[in-house]
C-alpha cells in the first residue's frame, strides 16, 4: 500500500482539533449554564419588597406647584401642603423659600429682605404655625 499524503494528515489533525474545542465550548456553556440557573431567580418569585426597589416615578413640572419670591422658586408637589402654602402672605412665603430653598438663616433673610433678624424668626415662626394650622384644617378626615 501507499503512504498517506501529508495534506490528508493535516486535515485529520485540523479536524481533531476543531472537534476537541466544539466538544470544550459546549462543555464550557454547559457550566455556565447550570452556574446561571444557580444564580438567576425567576421574576415570579420576587417578592413586592424587592419591586417596590426597581420602580421609579416620573415627576413632570406640571405636577408640581411652583412659588418664587426674588428670584428664587420652591417647588411643591403636594396639593394640601401647596393651598395652604398659598395661603400664606407674600413676606411669610417670601422667608420660607429663602429658608427652605436657599437654606438661608434667619440673619441672612433679614439682610437680604431689610428685616431684623428677630423679625424674620417671628415672621417664620408665625408662618410655619400658621401652615400647620391650615395643613390640620385641610386635612381630610381620617389621614
Known sequence: MGSIPREYEQRCQFDAFCKSVLRNEAWNLKRSMKRQRRRV???DTVPQSEWDKL????CYPSDSFVFSSHGYSMCIDNELVAAAFAGLSATEQSILILHCALD??????GAYLEMSRSAVQRRR????TGLR???VALMPKGG
Open 55 to 58: 420602580s421609579t416615578t416620573d
Open 41 to 43: 431567580t425567576p421574576l
Open 133 to 135: 394650622a391650615k395643613l
Open 125 to 128: 415662626t408665625k408662618a410655619l
Open 104 to 109: 438661608m438663616t434667619d440673619a441672612e433673610i
